[in-house]
Nanobody, 120 residues
Framework: VQLQASGGGLVQAGGSLRLSCAAS????????MGWYRQTPGKQRELVAR???????NYADSVKGRFTISRDNAKNMVYLQMNSLKPEDTAVYYC???????????????WGQGTLVTVSS
């Protein structure tokens, strides 16, 4: 199983970016999917998460600006980021809790990270 993230880049403050993450490989089902971010010297933090049923939760710092969504048919998760701020600058990682085989517990997988840089 692989998670491939894309969509990062350089944007000015106030701008928007959309991150995408595709899960591929032998997959029976995907439970929650999410986005985390990390800056140098800090722990990775949850940005947003979405359950298989569409329930969402967000970090307080991004509420009202970011929207997470998923396409279960395509095994993809997205993060629409609006009104970006310099403090949103980080490497963003996608995450998914994936079941590869029936009757075997699911496992957390991580994407490779995509850099988002917001200039002031």
């Amino acid at each position: 199983v692989q998670l491939q993230a894309s969509g990062g880049g350089l944007v000015q403050a106030g701008g928007s970016l959309r991150l995408s993450c595709a899960a591929s490989g032998s997959i029976v089902s995907i439970n929650h999917m999410g986005w985390y971010r990390q800056t140098p010297g800090k722990q990775r933090e949850l940005v947003a998460r979405i359950t298989s049923g569409g329930g969402t939760n967000y970090a307080d710092s991004v509420k009202g600006r970011f929207t997470i969504s998923r396409d279960n048919a395509k095994n993809m998760v997205y993060l629409q980021m609006n009104s970006l701020k310099p403090e949103d600058t980080a490497v963003y990682y996608c995450n998914a809790d994936i079941r590869r085989y029936i009757a075997v517990p699911s496992v957390e997988y991580w994407g490779q990270g995509t850099l988002v840089t917001v200039s002031s």
